[in-house]
C-alpha cells in the first residue's frame, strides 16, 4: 500500500485522519510536513504522529488508553488557526514559519507564570516565546496586552529570582 492509501485506512478512536484542510493549514508549522500522519479530535485539535508509527498508534489505541500520541500542532476555530502549546516545545516545529519574540527573565517568568504584560514595540498576532533561543510557548500580542497559550497546568507557581539559579545556557 502507499502512504496515502494508509492514512485513509487508518482509523483513530474519537478522532479523524485529515486529509486536506486541517493539513494544508498547519503543514508550514512543521519541518518536513510530509514525514506526519495528520488527525483531527472532536474539538478541531490536528495532531501530527510520525508517519513511519501511525498504524502502531491506531493498534495501541483500539487496545489500551493512550494518553498522549503524537504532538497538538494547532486547534481550528472558525477560521482560525491556533497554535499548539506542544508545538512551541517540539523538535517538528518550522521555526522559518514563525514570528518569534525574545523576552528577558523578568517577561520570561511572567510568561511562564500566565501573568498579564505587554509587549508594545513587538508586532501584532502569534508569537513563537523564546527565553536565550529557547522557545516557551505561544501568545497572542494585541499591542496592549497579551493573551497566552502557556498551559494553565503547566505555569510557574513559585517565586523566581534570576540571582538564585545559575544559567545553563
Not at 489500551?64 to 523538535?91: E, F, M, Y
Not at 514595540?121 to 516557551?136: D, N, Q, T
Not at 505561544?138 to 534570576?162: C, F, I
Amino acid at each position: 500500500k502507499t502512504a496515502e492509501s494508509q492514512n485513509c485506512s487508518l482509523k483513530v478512536k474519537n478522532s479523524k485522519v485529515v486529509q486536506s484542510q486541517g493539513a494544508k493549514l498547519v503543514k508550514d508549522f512543521i519541518v518536513n510536513p510530509s514525514d506526519f500522519q495528520y488527525t483531527e479530535t472532536p474539538d478541531k485539535m490536528i495532531i501530527a504522529t510520525p508517519s513511519r508509527i501511525a498504524d502502531k498508534i491506531s493498534y495501541l489505541r483500539s487496545n489500551v488508553r493512550v494518553v498522549q500520541a503524537g504532538v497538538a500542532v494547532a486547534q481550528l476555530k472558525g477560521k482560525d488557526v491556533i497554535p499548539g502549546a506542544p508545538l512551541a516545545l517540539s523538535s517538528i516545529l518550522n521555526r522559518k514559519s514563525c514570528k518569534m519574540v525574545e523576552l528577558d527573565w523578568t517577561q520570561a517568568m511572567a510568561f511562564l507564570k500566565r501573568e498579564s504584560f505587554v509587549l508594545p514595540e513587538c508586532e501584532k498576532g502569534w508569537l513563537l516565546v523564546l527565553y536565550k533561543g529557547v522557545a516557551l510557548g505561544w501568545l497572542k500580542n494585541l499591542g496592549n496586552r497579551t493573551n497566552s497559550l502557556y498551559p494553565a497546568e503547566w505555569h510557574v507557581r513559585m517565586q523566581a529570582d534570576a540571582s538564585q539559579y545559575t544559567p545553563l545556557f
